[in-house]
């Protein structure tokens, strides 16, 4: 199998502000992780002091991460934790979302060991390795991505047409996986990604075409680069089946993950707010009552968001 692409990116050598953060991180966490990787919005513009940067930080393992502790137990039990930091130098100021997992929990969630899409999906898109212990952890990581892209063909291809356009192919497939979570962005957002990405996209569809589970070719046509699968009907009826019941879980667990950021994650309900209002475009406000008691009041709050479209 070819080896992960270098996806170019800011890097902890040409931004002191960012080789800050990323100290101050490791410092935090007891210099118990072992990769730092950057995905998101601010990895595709380029530009990491517009909006939040998305860190992933890879531990050792929770209790190295955190000591023995409330953090470590939920971090364990339904991963990942997602935090707030942020850091000043020189009056420049970055500010980012933290996201912590296991190297254990990050190696099983880029495989078929997880049913639910919510890391091999996400990691099937471009990603920064920003930092990395040594370089076997490197090669670790890596090798967790490709099988990320691998798991994601693996198990979108079959629920989706048996030949046609690779970018289609990944924004059907994209467009599968975001429909497991509570998510805010607008129609179209998936063929916006492909589109930015198209290389990087073609790049694991041929890195991965011999690896997968039933016939997979990609071949050429006019400049576009195509794909052919041929999966068995059961398999396909299956692999239908199967992403209507990750619609399900994934939904549940977001909503899990929401109730334990109220405990773990400090200013949890305005990042969220924030999260909102920076995909839906509409002023999201916390009402009193629900910041007085979240688990009280927070249902009726939810509902009422979803009603009006702010997430799906």
Same mark, same amino acid.
């Given at each position: ?10 890097? $902890?050598?040409?931004?002191? $502000?960012? *080789? /800050?953060?990323?100290?101050? @991180? ?68 970055? +500010? ?9 929990? !990050? ?5 078929? #060991? &997880? !049913? ?19 370089? /076997? ?6 090798? #967790?991505?490709?099988?990320?892209? =691998?798991?994601? @063909? ?5 629920? @989706?047409?048996?030949?046609?356009? $690779? ?18 962005? +607008?129609?179209?957002?998936? *063929? ?7 290389? !990087?996209?073609? *790049? ?25 699968? /041929? ?9 239908? &089946?199967?992403? #209507? ?11 899990? =993950?929401?109730?334990?950021? @109220? ?10 707010? &924030?999260?909102?209002? =920076? ?12 910041? +007085?008691?979240?688990?009280? !009041?927070?249902?009726?709050?939810? &509902? ?9």
């Amino acid at each position: 199998m070819s080896e992960y692409p270098d996806i170019a990116g800011p890097s $902890v050598d040409s931004d002191p $502000v960012l *080789a /800050q953060l990323l100290e101050q @991180l490791r410092a935090r966490h007891n210099d118990a992780i072992c990769c730092t990787l950057l995905y998101g919005s601010c990895l595709r513009s380029g530009d990491i002091y517009d909006g939040l940067l998305d860190l992933y930080l890879i531990c050792d393992n929770y209790r190295a991460a955190y000591g023995t502790s409330f953090m470590a137990s939920a971090n364990w039990l339904l991963p990942p934790n997602v935090f707030y930091a942020e850091t000043t130098l020189e009056g420049r100021t970055l +500010r980012s979302k933290v996201t912590m997992i296991s190297l254990r929990d !990050f190696q099983r969630g880029c495989s078929k #060991a &997880w !049913f639910q899409s919510y890391i091999w999906g996400r990691f099937s898109q471009p990603t920064r390795l920003l930092y990395c212990r040594d370089q /076997q952890t490197r090669s670790d990581i890596k090798n #967790a991505l490709l099988r990320a892209a =691998r798991t994601f @063909l693996d198990n979108a291809a079959p629920a @989706l047409p048996e030949s046609g356009r $690779v970018s289609a192919l990944w924004q059907q497939a994209l467009e599968l996986s975001y429909a497991t979570e509570l998510r805010t962005e +607008r129609n179209g957002r998936a *063929a916006e990604l492909v589109a930015a990405a198209a290389d !990087f996209y073609y *790049a694991m569809t041929r890195a991965n075409a011999d690896s997968l589970s039933f016939d997979f070719a990609v071949y050429d046509v006019d400049g576009q680069l195509h794909y052919r699968s /041929q999966v068995h009907t059961m398999r396909r009826h299956w692999c239908t &089946w199967s992403w #209507a019941l990750r619609r399900g879980q994934g939904k549940l667990l977001s909503i899990l =993950r929401l109730i334990k950021a @109220l405990f773990t994650f400090e200013g949890g309900l305005d990042y969220i707010a &924030w999260k909102l209002e =920076r995909h839906s475009g509409e002023e999201i406000l916390i009402p009193d009552k629900v910041r +007085r008691a979240p688990l009280i !009041f927070m249902w009726g709050y939810y &509902w009422d968001l979803y009603r009006r479209g702010i997430f799906k």
